[in-house]
């Protein structure tokens, strides 16, 4: 489980493809800090760490998380979001925030504003009920709050701190994000629909 505060970012320096899988090395300066076998979000899509060498570690994606994900368009120097699963006695700075990526959005829109940037995203219609307005999402692991909610887009504001340590700042209009709804909000919906 995650909190969707990023921790640090990494850079992908090699991607290796075994049949339909993809193992990322990626170096980070949180890479040595790290233990094989332990869950890592990368985007927010968490993956086992197999191996560390120094300030680098790898991850292999199969081929459903490379289907559902932006995993399979990264490439050699593609800066990505990096957080250490949470604590269980600390605070919960974002949201529950599980790993398990429900779809990828494209970004429609980015405008600089006077200190902070706000983001559209164009996501599938199939999940409209998941999304509220003021509610939360994490886009590429980062828990954000949507605002403009529309039938299939929202919008969210990036802060100066969250622009310049996150992955957001390489994201231009054609860019996909993994997106990841609220859990609560699919719970809530999944009781409701079984209730009808």
């Not at 909190?3 to 850079?11: F, L, N, W």
């Not at 199969?62 to 600390?90: A, F, P, W, Y």
Request: charged share 20%; glycine share 8%; with cysteine.
């Amino acid at each position: 489980m995650f909190t969707g505060i990023i921790e640090s970012t990494g850079i992908i320096k090699k991607i290796v493809s075994n049949g339909t899988n993809k193992t990322f090395w990626i170096k980070s300066p949180i890479s040595q800090e790290l233990k094989v076998d332990q869950s890592i979000a990368h985007n927010g899509v968490c993956l086992t760490v197999e191996s560390i060498n120094g300030n680098s570690h790898t991850v292999t994606a199969i081929e459903e998380t490379l289907k559902k994900t932006n995993l399979s368009h990264l490439q050699d120097g593609s800066e990505i979001n990096l957080e250490r699963c949470m604590v269980m006695n600390g605070r919960l700075d974002g949201h529950l925030v599980q790993g398990h990526v429900d779809c990828t959005a494209d970004c429609t829109n980015r405008i600089t504003l006077e200190g902070s940037w706000e983001f559209t995203f164009r996501f599938p219609e199939k999940f409209a009920h998941l999304v509220i307005e003021k509610g939360s999402i994490s886009v590429n692991g980062t828990s954000l709050t949507c605002f403009n909610v529309g039938r299939n887009s929202f919008t969210v504001a990036i802060i100066p701190y969250t622009f310049h340590h996150t992955s957001i700042k390489n994201v231009v209009a054609g860019t996909s994000v993994n997106i990841e709804f609220d859990i609560i909000g699919k719970y809530i919906f999944r009781k409701t629909e079984l209730e009808q």
